[in-house]
């Protein structure tokens, strides 16, 4: 069982920035696709991003060059940079793990674990 726990969402202006964490608690894994989804009022759950046990990481066309994802494994915890936000942006963020990483990254269904999300509000 694994328990991921976001937290860093809030209101901002466009233009503006904001740092999603991602926690991870229970157990323990070495290899594991982290991704991150979100889902605004009336659409249906989007890829935004993800990063593999390795390293290597995966951006959908609609954030690549603004957000970011990093990771510290000492604090079982990924991250989202968020930069340059815009109203679009705007939606509930959930981080979801696969252990052992084995999956197409951008499918929701293909991971195991999701957390409660977080909001992401960007004003105009």
């Known amino acids: 069982q694994v328990q991921l726990v976001e937290s860093g969402g809030g209101l901002v202006q466009a233009g503006d920035s904001l740092r999603l964490s991602c926690a991870a608690s229970?157990?323990?894994?070495?290899?594991?696709?982290m991704g991150w989804f979100r889902q605004a009022p009336g659409a249906e759950r989007e890829f935004v991003g993800a990063?593999?046990?390795?390293?290597?990481?995966y951006y959908t066309d609609s954030v690549k060059g603004r957000f970011t994802i990093s990771r510290d494994n000492a604090k079982n915890t990924v991250y989202l940079q968020m930069n340059s936000l815009k109203p679009e942006d705007t939606a509930v963020y959930y981080c979801?793990?696969?252990?052992?990483?084995?999956?197409?990254?951008?499918?929701?269904?293909?991971?195991?674990?999701w957390g409660q999300g977080t909001q992401v509000t960007v004003s105009s």
């Open positions: 979801a793990v696969r252990p052992d990483g084995s999956i197409w990254h951008t499918f929701p269904n293909n991971y195991d674990y």
């Open positions: 229970g157990s323990t894994f070495s290899r594991y696709m």
């Open positions: 990063i593999r046990w390795t390293g290597s990481t």
